[in-house]
């Protein structure tokens, strides 16, 4: 139902009258079976693949002739796409550049099929302000699931929105920002092919500078040791060592709960495992006091360690520190003192995650423990190519962090713009009547 107290010069429409109109349509995914998958077809977007842009690098694929049957759920440019079930609230639009996908049944999409009323940019971002969110908030605990917004329910929700042109100039000037930050996520994940690509060329193919001139010898088998990718001959002056024996190794502590000295007005960063699900960790999740450093299992670990969470949903995420922080039990960190081989750590654990977890034990909560990490076998390089590999992938971890800090002060402004520009206590000039670029 449409609120009595209306924003001056806004217009107000019932989603229901919208898409009996045709101006506006809603919908949710194809419910696909696991045999409808393939080799060839489209992604299959799930709510994992939908999280600051979407990302389909590990989608399932639909096949071809199940794509033929998914009709309307296949990707538009200039749909709005939402996780309605399960995990709640990340909004995306669909660009021109996105690649096709179909949409699962944890996504929801509501698609301009008309121009002249709402402009498809500017609904996605007051998808995203407090109008749109406290009716989505209130209609998803009208079903037996918590977390799920039913299509019954979204039909009875009301849309509003200023003049067109005022809403192409907000939508002009939100975008602008999250070009920004498009433009160094872009940069970003060129960076890390780079340094993975050369990661793997020096240190698994072993074709490092000058590699022609080193022989190679078979080390000593040591077997039942964690990850030992060491059964091929390596190049002579290497080193085949144990992570624990060669670098420190960190298990992080949750400071007690029930004593708030630990935590109220602290100022130490602390991280959950959750965290490690960054790329790099910029930012800390809480913060602890001196106190709960001093008297609990917390420890400061330096910037340039490598992370690694240990248990639970997390288990095989691999991030690296650009902050000292502390973190909870679930973490280890991997620290080299003297930073030589930081990035070469961050490297060799994330190639190496999957054979680390499959030593994971437990039932429905599996985990690694300390000294599995501590067990595993790594081919260490000589002092001098370590120096010539850190030269070169240093700057470019260095520049990823810049971007990295650039997006989260990015995202920071345009979240505080947000509700100003739709709430309108920023006032707007009109743009000059062009469409927002999709």
């Known amino acids: 139902m449409i609120p009595k107290q209306r924003r001056p ?22 419910r696909a079976k696991n045999s409808e998958m393939g080799e060839s ?22 096949s071809e002739e199940s794509v033929q049957l998914a009709g309307e759920k296949i990707s538009r440019p200039g749909d709005i796409t939402f996780t309605s079930k399960g995990t709640f609230g990340r909004f995306a639009i669909v660009r021109e550049n996105t690649p096709q996908f179909v949409y699962s049944p944890q996504l929801c999409y509501w ?52 003049p067109l042109p005022v809403q192409r100039r ?36 072993f074709r490092f500078p000058g590699h022609e001139k080193v022989k190679m010898f078979r080390p000593p088998s040591r077997p039942g040791e964690a990850s030992a990718k060491t059964d091929g001959d390596i190049p002579q002056g290497w080193e085949v060592r144990k992570l624990g024996d060669t670098f420190k190794t960190v298990l992080g502590g949750t400071p007690s709960r029930v004593k708030p000295e630990f935590w109220e007005g602290g100022m130490i960063p602390w991280i959950n ?58 973490v280890v960190g991997i620290v080299d003192s003297s930073s030589l081989c930081s990035e070469w750590i961050y490297l060799t654990v994330s190639d190496r995650i999957e054979g680390i977890i499959s030593h994971a034990s437990g039932g429905a909560q599996q985990h690694i423990n300390k000294e599995v990490v501590n067990d595993v076998l790594v081919v260490l390089p000589p002092v001098s190519l370590a120096k010539e590999f850190k030269r070169l992938v240093g700057p470019m971890f260095r520049e990823v ?8 002060n990015l995202r920071r402004t345009r979240d505080l713009l947000l509700p100003r520009l739709l709430s309108g206590q920023v006032e707007i000039a009109p743009s000059n009547g062009k469409e927002t670029n999709l």
């Open 9 to 30: 010069g806004w217009q107000y429409w019932e989603v229901a009258d919208l898409l009996r109109d045709g101006a506006l349509d809603i919908g949710d995914g194809y």
């Open 41 to 62: 077809g489209l992604p299959f977007a799930r709510a994992g693949n939908l999280n600051d842009g979407f990302h389909f690098d590990d989608a399932d694929i639909l």
């Open 111 to 162: 698609r301009v099929k008309r121009d002249g009323i709402v402009d498809r940019t500017f609904l996605y971002y007051w998808m995203q302000g407090e109008d749109c969110m406290n009716q989505l908030n209130e209609v998803k605990g009208l079903t037996d699931m918590a977390d799920y917004v039913s299509l019954t329910n979204q039909r009875r929700m009301w849309l509003s929105a200023p």
């Open 170 to 205: 907000i939508a002009g000037i939100l975008s602008a920002y999250d070009e920004l930050m498009e433009n160094s996520q872009r940069r970003i994940q060129l960076l890390e092919s780079m340094t993975r690509a050369l990661y793997r060329e020096w240190f698994v193919h």
């Open 273 to 330: 495992s959750g965290k490690v699900n960054d790329l790099r960790i910029t930012a800390p999740s809480e913060l602890i006091t001196e106190l709960a450093l001093e008297r609990s299992a917390a420890k400061l670990m330096p910037k340039g360690t490598t992370v690694l969470a240990i248990t639970g949903a997390t288990l095989g995420q691999v991030s690296y520190l650009e902050i000292e922080t502390t973190a909870n039990q679930s």
């Open 401 to 408: 962090a810049t971007l990295l800090f650039k997006i989260q």
